[in-house]
């Protein structure tokens, strides 16, 4: 079967071989500690999933929703964007639910970006900027993030043929896999560089509630300037442990939101109006929901940082996010030392590279596994140095 171009474009998965290994471990039996997965082990609050068990009976929400998503549920997000981050949404232009922030990513592409259109997007990161970048005919062009410009890209030293020809730019803080927090400032810049370019920033956020000893991250939106250049993306599935439930949503710039629904509009029918009921709660009763999750994160990162520390390891412990993004061993690559790692404690990560090839040199731990097991990859992480 020939595969359409945009496929056939896609680079393939680099580690295979690693999976296939991490499989084979998984099949002989062995006591794999997993912490390559992006996914909240937590489970749903539960005042959460009560409210789902009410919603689910109602008939009419078994009905086809709103394009847009209900007008309740916009309502409540701009209700927590105002508490959240004082910022002002009209729920009925500037807030679209989408059925998990990915989606929306993705088709934003189509929206926007013609084919031979560039795209800005930061490496390493989330696949989906390139890779849908790719889909809707456009060329990603990449951004690095430097460890020594805290993970941060260099607006500076994107060429200045690239920035006036470039239609949108991705972000994404607090930012997987590498941990940073972006300061204010730098969205302040961007807005005055996308506005410079006529650029459209798109901001993926869905980790701004992941955050650690009280220091919460800002939203794009605070700039001033930013609801006429951009939007932002968040999601319920990190602040809620919710990622099965698929529900996220876009918020600013008007007119992009209305081309992201039109695009939608001809792609799905919207998210079940029971999750949506269920998100209104959520997002109404935020402050009480979240402090649960964040204190288990912080407990959990500062055990196995505590922990790896005992063994002469530097970590630098994250301010958002449940990710560790650390270098890897001298003479080390990401893949030998991932291999390394699997192989010699069952312990799994992921490669950075995984996120690009600018993520050479590192992995990515992900906290979502239990305390006591997080100290167990410490220690058999410790005896193989
Ligand atoms: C988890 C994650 C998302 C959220 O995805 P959903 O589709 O809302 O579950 C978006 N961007 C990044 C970078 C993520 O890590």
Known sequence: MITAKRLQQLAPYPFAELNRKKQELKAKGKNLIDLSIGDPDLGTPEPIVTCMQEAVTKTQNHRYPPYAGTTKLREAIARWYLRRFGVKLDPHSEILILIGSKEGIANIHYAFVDPGDIVLVPTPAYPVYSNATKF?????????????????????????????????????????PTAAVAPQTFFDEVVQY????????????PYTEIYYDGHKPHSFLQSPGAKEVGV???????????????????????????????????????QFMAVQEAGIFALDNEETLTPEIRNTYQERRDVF?????KFGFKITPPKATFYLWTEVPPGQTSATYATHLLEETHVVVTPGTAFGEAGEGFIRIALTAPKEKLIEAAERIQKIQ
């Open 305 to 309: 940082v505590e922990e790896m520390k």
């Open 194 to 205: 996308a506005k410079r370019h006529t650029l459209l920033v798109c901001h993926d956020a």
């Open 136 to 176: 809707a005919g456009g060329l990603p062009y990449l951004m690095p993030l430097h460890k020594t410009n805290q993970f941060i890209p260099d607006l500076t030293i994107i060429p200045d043929n690239i920035a006036q020809k470039a239609k949108m730019m991705h972000l994404n803080y607090p930012n997987n």
């Open 232 to 270: 932002e993306f968040h999601s319920l599935s990190k602040t809620f442990s919710m990622t099965g439930w698929r529900l996220g949503f876009a918020v600013g710039n008007a007119d992009i939101i209305k081309g992201l629904a039109q695009i939608k509009m001809h792609i799905d029918s919207g």
